[in-house]
């Protein structure tokens, strides 16, 4: 039973199935601490064929573990004028969290199906001429 979500983190979007190791920007949290993710975009369960999308979220969760707290590749930023003798050289290294999915967990409450609620509508008053 393979499972996929997409999960939003750090201003970014992941495709994750169980068992995936990401980089993702830097979260708290020691290496072997559990982390779980709420902002569930999208889960998919493919042997199923079962697609469900979120308005703006599911209520699924997907639970992870810090592996590592690293840093990214160096970055070099390079500032230049010309006939002015300026130049400028300095690096960056991004923090970042390796984290590993542990599973992907729905919750009992996502499986109902939604109520229709039938709201009153409101006459306009009529305008006569």
């Known amino acids: 039973m393979e499972k996929i979500a997409v999960i939003k983190t750090g201003g970014k979007q992941y495709l994750v199935k169980e068992g995936d190791v990401l980089l993702i920007e830097k979260l708290e949290g020691q290496p072997q601490d559990k982390i779980t993710f709420s902002e569930v975009l999208l889960w998919a369960d493919l042997d199923k064929e079962k697609v469900e999308i979120g308005s703006p979220f599911l209520k699924i969760s997907v639970e992870a573990e810090i592996l590592a707290q690293k840093k990214g590749k160096k970055i070099e ?41 039938t709201a009153s509508k409101k006459k306009k008053p009529s305008v006569q001429k």
């Open 77 to 117: 930023v390079v500032k230049y004028k010309p006939k002015t003798r300026y130049h400028k050289k300095q690096g960056h290294r991004q923090l970042q969290t390796e984290i590993k999915i542990i599973g992907i967990k729905s919750s009992s409450a996502n499986k109902t199906t939604p109520k229709k609620t």
